[in-house]
């Protein structure tokens, strides 16, 4: 199948690397959706989630964050925290010209103040991600099936070396992302203007999710029910229980298993106001018809797929202390790591 290449720039206000790229809409025929399916890059969750909803008409976009939702996540981390530290020790990275090496070296010098020099740090990062994040195999293998599956994609930074993927069908869509990133833009400069000493630091660094404006943009883009949005930041501002806290607790202390409706979960990373919502519910029960559509066999792994994604919701307290305590058997945060923090 022959697919043409289209780019054009619709990044918001002083945003970089916003590109927006599209092929020809594609219909999913049984080939089409077999090579798909058998992809063995892109994890069956991340198919389910993110990539048939889209596809199918049933949510307007989807969003994929690199390099964290890629097979070797862990290896591209490590490699941008120890090319940093290198860069900032003054040794010549591996693929960095001699030319660049020696402006790099000599620039220090010209950097008279911190501000300057966060801002160095911070190019640096952005050219780690460039050369290991997009010059990886698998990133390439997830761009390569947006546009043979007839999707356009944008890219928004998040941190220098965090960037979410947007997909989607309508090219309308990406307006709407340019107008995201304006409002979490303005909302981390008031919160940088005016910090809240009584937010804990690691709530700092995401203060949109606090956002009432920026979170219902994003749940309209994404096709999240507003109640649920409303809820999350809800949640995420008192202070009392995180948002998957309370969704834990929610599935924890249902009293019967008609209290919570698996279809719920449609999506990763999604606490719907409550397990039975029942906006939330149609999102999932609309996508499981589409499927059934296309493949009777298929929708049954997705009934599995919604099952999972509700036992990880009901877990999720349990997996993010492990993730702390893994953190703090570390040797210490990335220099990569601190630096996006000081930004």
């Known amino acids: 199948m022959q697919t043409v290449k289209n780019r054009a720039d619709f990044g918001g206000r002083g945003t970089k690397r916003q590109a927006v790229s599209a092929t020809p809409a594609v219909n999913m025929d049984d080939n089409i959706l077999r090579e798909f399916l058998d992809e063995p890059v892109i994890p069956f969750k991340a198919k389910m989630d993110d990539f048939l909803p889209v596809v199918l008409g049933v949510r307007k976009a989807g969003q994929i964050v690199m390099p964290a939702e890629l097979p070797d996540a862990g290896i591209l981390g490590a490699t941008i925290d120890d090319r940093f530290r290198s860069k900032m020790e003054g040794r010549r990275i591996p693929g960095e010209s001699f030319g660049n090496f020696l402006k790099g070296k000599t620039g ?53 070396t965090i960037r979410e993927i947007y997909i989607f069908k309508d090219p309308s869509v990406s307006v709407e992302l340019g107008e995201l990133q304006d409002i979490r833009k303005d909302v981390r400069y008031a919160s940088m203007k005016a910090p809240d000493p009584s937010i804990p630091v690691s709530l700092r660094a995401f203060p949109e999710e606090r956002s009432t404006s920026y979170m219902k943009k994003l749940a309209s883009i994404l096709g999240f029910p507003i109640c649920c949005a409303d809820r999350y930041v809800f949640d995420r501002s008192s202070g009392v229980l995180s948002p998957e806290v309370r969704a834990s607790n929610q599935i924890l202390h ?15 990373d999604f606490f719907p106001c409550q ?8 999102i999932g029960r609309t996508i499981y018809e589409k499927i059934r559509e296309l493949n009777p066999e298929l929708a049954d792994r997705y009934l599995e797929h919604v099952a999972e994604n509700a036992r990880m919701v009901r877990q999720y307290p349990e997996i993010i202390q492990q993730r702390i305590a893994s953190l703090e058997q570390q040797a210490g945060v990335g220099e990569g790591d601190q630096v996006e923090k000081d930004e």
């Open 254 to 268: 249902s009293e019967s298993p008609e209290e919570v409706n698996n279809l719920a979960y449609f999506t990763k």
């Open 275 to 282: 397990p039975d919502c029942e906006e939330a519910a149609e």
């Open 108 to 160: 220090k010098f010209w950097r008279r103040n911190q501000m300057q020099d966060l801002r160095f740090r911070l190019e640096v990062l952005r050219d780690l991600y460039t050369d290991i994040v997009e010059g990886s195999q698998s990133y390439k293998v997830y761009m390569g099936w947006i546009d043979k599956l007839g999707l356009y994609k944008k890219e928004l930074e998040s941190r220098p």
